[in-house]
């Protein structure tokens, strides 16, 4: 059988949650069908490149990188030209994934030149220039074969609200074993950092950037240490904003209740570790760490500017970012629940969460099932 092969644009060197769809929906497809390659620009290494071709082991090269257009816009357009002219014949389809409409310069023009069908695929909410998105939003409706989206908040930002009702709407699986609470993960974490079995412990997946409001996190993290005397913040992720989160503990004299773990490949263990999940973003489009928490059977807290469809637990709540600090510490000791951690696999799995669910629909995007 003549294998498909789809090149996907949208991995970097960062963690995020972009490139954990990415890395989740090319592990778990199936590739005596079809393969990815994946085109990353401005770097010359990216999250999970060992694990992709460890996962392919096939001797082709499927990680491709190029100069970034903002830095050196000659040199990129040199890049792409020579890549495409080598590359352009193996693709049936380009998988566009960005939060930013401006990334489409890495495929247009071509794949007008080269004939390729692309799919455009929106994982974010917001937090891109509006000037920019817009200028740049015709070019993406124009070439697009097909649009979709992980939420409609996340369609209406890459394609405008016109478009909302036409996109396919594909959720972030996850891979539900793996989120699984696992009590002896919850005492090894624990133990590493000398946390008590009886301490609260507050968490936070997430890079250190604007998006993810870290401010924020910290202040109802001071205002639960007033009524919570014992409880600690645990913050796993690295980004631009870590030394200002670092020095905003200091001036408010929480330090000594934060842990700071750096970056994390396990984060399932940290999960485990934690009673509640608190995530006051900015702004997402349904964010994975989201699925992960609630797959984990935490009690979640996310903010009102996350699509609402990220609630898939009796467990979890939205709560507006205009009320104060206080108020929001005050509902998460009200309404958190430590002892009840079942397994919610299943119902992750029943809500259409799953990882191979998402395959499934993406199969049926690609009109490779």
């Known amino acids: 059988m003549n294998k498909k ?38 770097t010359d290494h990216c999250v999970f490149e060992k694990e992709i071709n460890d996962f392919y082991n096939d001797g082709e090269k499927h990680i491709f990188f190029v100069r970034k257009y903002k ?9 792409l030209y020579n890549f495409y002219k ?61 649009r979709v ?18 996109i396919e709407i594909i959720v972030n699986g996850i891979d539900t074993e793996r989120f699984k609470f696992d009590p002896d993960k919850r005492e090894n974490i624990r133990k590493k950092y000398n946390i008590q079995n009886n301490q609260l412990v507050i968490g936070h997946i997430g890079r250190f950037s604007q998006q993810k409001n870290h401010a924020f996190i910290l202040k109802v993290f001071f205002e639960i240490l007033q009524r919570e005397a014992s409880a600690i913040l645990m913050l796993v992720g ?26 994390q490949l396990k984060t399932e263990d940290y999960y ?31 903010s009102d500017q996350i699509d609402k469809q990220i609630i898939l637990s009796n467990k979890s709540y939205v709560l507006p970012l205009t009320k104060h600090e206080s108020e929001w510490a005050e509902f998460i000791l009200m309404n958190h629940q430590i002892e009840d951690r079942k397994d919610a696999t299943k119902m992750i799995e029943n809500k259409g969460y799953s990882i191979q669910s998402t395959i499934r629909e993406l199969e049926k995007i690609y009109g490779f099932n």
């Open 238 to 263: 690295v980004g631009e904003k870590f030394s200002e989160v670092k020095d905003k503990c200091l001036e408010l004299g929480i330090n000594n209740f934060v842990v700071f773990t750096g970056k």
């Open 149 to 166: 989206a992980c939420s409609e908040i996340a369609a209406a930002w890459l394609f405008g609200s016109k478009h909302v009702k036409s």
């Open 71 to 79: 830095e050196n816009p000659f040199g990129c357009i040199c890049d």
């Open 272 to 302: 485990s570790a934690f009673d509640v999940f608190l995530m006051p973003s900015l702004y997402e489009g349904l964010p994975i760490v989201g699925v992960e928490a609630q797959c984990e059977g935490l009690s979640c807290f996310f």
């Open 5 to 42: 092969r789809v090149l996907v644009i949208g991995l970097t060197e960062r963690m995020g949650g972009v490139e954990t769809f990415i890395y989740n929906s090319t592990i778990f497809s199936d590739k005596t069908k079809y393969k990815y390659d994946f085109l990353v620009h401005g």
């Open 86 to 146: 080598d590359n352009a014949y193996k693709y049936n389809l380009i998988h566009f994934q960005s939060g930013s409409t401006a990334e489409i310069l890495y495929v247009y023009p071509f794949c007008k030149k080269y004939k390729i069908p692309v799919i455009s695929h929106s994982h974010n909410g917001n937090g891109y220039s509006p000037v920019i998105n817009a200028i740049f939003r015709y070019i993406v409706n124009k070439i697009s074969y097909k």
